[in-house]
């Protein structure tokens, strides 16, 4: 890792924890329940199946120059059945229901290569990203496949004309992720995931990811998640201790419905659980390590939860524990 690079990462966590002090008055009042995980012999599983809420309120969407647009989200269906259950479906699906309305102009192409949808142009221009949060959260500059975020009542979303190195450093992502994902005879292999803590960390290496259908309610079987990550290390003999609960609201937020890492232990790494702790997570990679903000679109348990986020081959995923 060049200094620079060093520094940028440097910064980054240090954005992740101001980040996340600036919502800790909020994990003062939650709604919470304790998942067991079940351990039958190598196997790790959820061992109950919880529900979250579809969406049901109209909606909107902000298309920098042409203003907000509205959205009812019974009318939408999704353009990745692959992924989603009937009901759920991502930013991209409201994207194509107002083209369908009339409302926009879009041209778009199913892109193999990257394995999402990309936008060709959008009322006759090309460049565009989007951005996106849940409530109590605010935008980081997201790196997760448009049709993959999936999306909730009371969500903000921005679609705006990308910086060009920005957004094709996203796409490289994207194709090393699926040339990945094909060298490995279509199965999740991670080459690096890290632990950290404030002062330890620990690294794995070359780490195949399987599904263990989290959230059903949102994904087809199959889906591999950020939190399969995790649930395919301890079946590996790599973690000793994982402990999720799952929210449905935080003070404030009325609508969180995701399952949130609140106690770890591998080895050596077994960080002490003082105040609030959390397990957070990022993608990384030497591709897209320069193009993530300082605190991204899964720096603060108020944002995108391992459990909703599908994953492809990422290069590198890094995650931090903090305690406020």
Not at 103 to 108: F, K
Not at 229 to 254: C, K, M, N
Not at 295 to 315: K, Q, R, Y
């Amino acid at each position: 890792m060049t200094e620079a690079r060093s520094q940028a990462l440097r910064r980054r966590w240090i954005g992740i924890v101001t980040l996340f002090v600036a919502f800790s008055q909020l994990a003062a009042a939650q709604t919470a329940e304790t998942i067991p995980i079940d351990r039958d012999g190598a196997a790790w599983s959820l061992s109950t199946e919880i529900a979250g809420r579809v969406p049901s309120q109209p909606g909107s969407i902000e298309i920098r120059g042409t203003g907000v647009l509205t959205f009812d989200p019974a009318r939408i269906a999704t353009t990745r059945p692959d992924l989603f259950q009937t009901g759920s479906f991502s930013v991209f699906d409201v994207l194509v229901r107002l083209d369908e309305l009339g409302e926009i102009d879009l041209e778009y192409v199913f892109d193999e290569e990257l394995q999402t949808h990309v936008i060709r142009t959008l009322n006759g221009l090309d460049g565009w990203w989007y951005d996106a949060h849940y409530e109590g959260g605010s935008f980081d500059r997201t790196v997760v496949r448009i049709d993959q975020y999936p999306v909730k009542d009371r969500m903000s979303i921005v679609v705006y004309l990308e910086d060009s190195v920005r957004l094709e450093a996203i796409h490289a992502h994207f194709r090393e992720e699926v040339a990945r994902r094909a060298s490995n005879d279509g199965m999740v292999a991670i080459p690096k995931i890290t632990l950290r803590s404030s002062s330890d960390e620990l690294v794995f290496k070359d780490i195949t990811v399987t599904s263990h259908d989290v959230r059903p309610d949102v994904f087809q079987p199959g889906v591999v998640t950020m939190l399969d990550v995790l649930l395919s290390l301890g079946e590996q003999g790599l973690l000793t201790e994982l402990d999720l609960e799952w929210r449905t609201e935080e003070a404030g937020i009325s609508l969180v419905d995701g399952f949130f890492v609140v106690g770890i232990a591998a080895g050596p790494f077994a960080p002490e659980v003082s105040g609030a702790c959390v397990l957070t997570h990022q993608i990384g990679g030497a591709t897209i390590a320069d193009h993530l903000s300082p605190h991204t679109h899964t720096m603060s348990h108020m944002h995108l939860t391992a459990d909703l986020e599908a994953i492809v081959s990422p290069e590198a995923i890094e995650w931090l524990w903090i305690c406020l």
